[in-house]
């Protein structure tokens, strides 16, 4: 329900191939029109027309995602909404740490900022969406979800943070 999936090519990191020989020299025709002011030609529009460099194919490329590209830019959105959270981001905080008290929930807050302590264990897809902290004995978790805009399913494409909403949540290790 209401979840519509972006076309490929609008996803963060996606590139064209050929859908013949797999080449990703991928030319678009355009139109360019000549600028007085700069002396030189300006890109107006792009056209539906493909064509490969490598084999000469004219037509629709196949689009792909650079997963590498994608992780990184997910990694560092996460990063952004622990340390200084953005007006798509919320910050949950679990009914049991909630008990803690303001001053513990601060310091807890800070730990989760500051977090660095990632391994191929905890952080098996490099990004940076989930981690453990101790604070005076008591063991915490951190994790980090991707909702649509309108907190009503997953996001459409989480390394974009314009459909996206990041929920942070800082949970007790016995709520897990
Ligand atoms: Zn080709």
């Known amino acids: 329900m209401g979840y519509i999936q972006p076309s490929m090519d609008r996803m963060v990191g996606a590139y064209p191939t050929c859908s013949i020989c797999g080449s990703d020299q991928i030319q678009q025709e355009a139109f360019t029109k000549w600028s007085r002011a700069r002396l030189e030609w300006e890109l107006t529009s792009t056209l539906d027309v493909f064509f490969c460099e490598v084999c000469g194919l004219r037509g629709g490329p196949d689009w792909k995602l650079d997963e590498m590209f994608r992780r990184k830019r997910i990694c560092r959105l996460n990063d952004e909404l622990r340390r200084s959270p953005g007006e798509n981001d919320m910050v949950v905080v679990t009914a049991g740490v909630q008990t803690l008290g303001p001053e513990v929930i601060a310091d807890v807050s800070a730990l989760v900022a500051a977090f660095e302590a990632f391994t191929g264990d905890n952080d098996p897809h490099a990004e940076h969406d989930f981690g453990a902290i101790t604070l005076d ?40």
């Open 137 to 176: 004995g008591q063991k915490l978790f951190w994790k980090i979800d991707y909702f649509d805009r309108r907190l009503k399913t997953h996001s459409p494409d989480a390394a974009n943070p314009d459909v996206t909403c990041r929920v942070l949540t800082i949970m007790l290790a016995s709520e897990y």
